[in-house]
């Protein structure tokens, strides 16, 4: 399994959509001429949740800006996020050119206000 990438998650993650580094989109499904694409992803429960990757279209701005949007609201809800948690996305290779996306999170562990550490969540 390779790491995509790991995210601490800051207010926009939590509240409206996931940004993500624009370096990393070529990991996940292609777009193929689009700006979205939906794809399905496990967690470690084993639950299979459908997320949305939305760009700019190219004609209107040449920065990506890749984002999950679809199904994201509903995950961070499930899992109770917060600002400050972190979720990680890595890609598994089941057969030549059949991919499995998977999503792990860990809470804050904050003392005084402040994160001290992550620890993971089986939920």
Known sequence: MAIIVVKILKQTDVKKRLTIPSKSLDCFPPLKG????????VDESGRVWKF???????????????????GWREFVCSKELEVG???AFYIEEQKAGVF???VKVEKAVK?????????????
């Open 52 to 70: 949305r990757i939305y760009t700019r279209k190219k004609n209107t701005n040449p920065y990506a800006k890749p984002v999950l949007t679809k």
């Open 34 to 41: 689009k700006h979205t694409v939906d794809f399905h992803v």
């Open 100 to 102: 499995k996306y998977r």
């Open 111 to 123: 003392i005084f206000g402040a994160v001290f550490a992550h620890k993971p969540t089986h939920s």
């Open 85 to 87: 948690d972190r979720v």
